[in-house]
């Protein structure tokens, strides 16, 4: 099978600086780190998360990695800035778990709700949009059969198409040492696309799914 790895230039700006958390695996993946700042301290009272949304504020990132949880709603095509606590000319923040955690992420649809646990979540923006147009998110698997079933939990619970994930399987479970980078396609069950782009090498220890949230189209 040939693989292939098909990205809009806006979503390749935003994986192009992966997730520290991951280090060696991503480095197999051409990626660099993006460091950044850690937000203030907060107090135990300030940490409390009982928002039924979470904010990308400062206050309330560290409220998500607290609590492990970043809950977003995503049912109108896009996130609005001011919906979550940012200025129109803010570019999105990234949002990344306390080190050996994950977060558990929840993007609300109008058709449903996704949920994934993360180390890494990155939205796509400009300085002059009013809004968060496409949230990004990193799955990872130690084995080829934890990545098969995320795969195929994706056909189950996204809708994406169940062929061309099969064929992958098929062909890198007959050669699971090999390299591949490859787009399996897009869900829309949950009334956004959902987008698999598969970052898979068999000489590394953990494997990558970059994840792409964007309007249904």
Known sequence: ??????????????????????GPALAGCGFSVRKSSGPPDFTPEELVDNAELSTLDELGIARAKASRSLRLDFRAGSIAKSDVGLPDTAYG??????????????????????????NHVRFVTTDSSP???????????????E????LRDAVHS????????????????????????????????LGFNVEYDLRYDGSKTTQVIIVGVSKLT
């Open 158 to 189: 996204y809708g994406l198409d169940a062929d061309p994930v099969e064929r992958w399987i098929t062909s890198t479970q007959e050669e699971p040492g090999k390299k591949s980078s490859y787009a399996v396609g897009v869900g829309k069950a």
């Open 131 to 145: 809004v968060l147009d496409v949230v990004h998110y990193f799955l990872t698997a130690e084995t080829l059969d």
């Open 93 to 118: 923040p990234d949002v990344i778990a306390n080190e050996g955690e994950k977060l558990r992420l929840t993007i609300a649809g109008s058709s449903g709700t996704l949920e994934a646990d993360t």
């Open 147 to 150: 990545y098969v079933a995320l």
């Open 1 to 22: 099978m040939s693989d292939q790895f098909i990205a809009h230039p806006s979503r390749r700006m935003v994986v192009a600086g992966a997730l520290a958390v991951l």
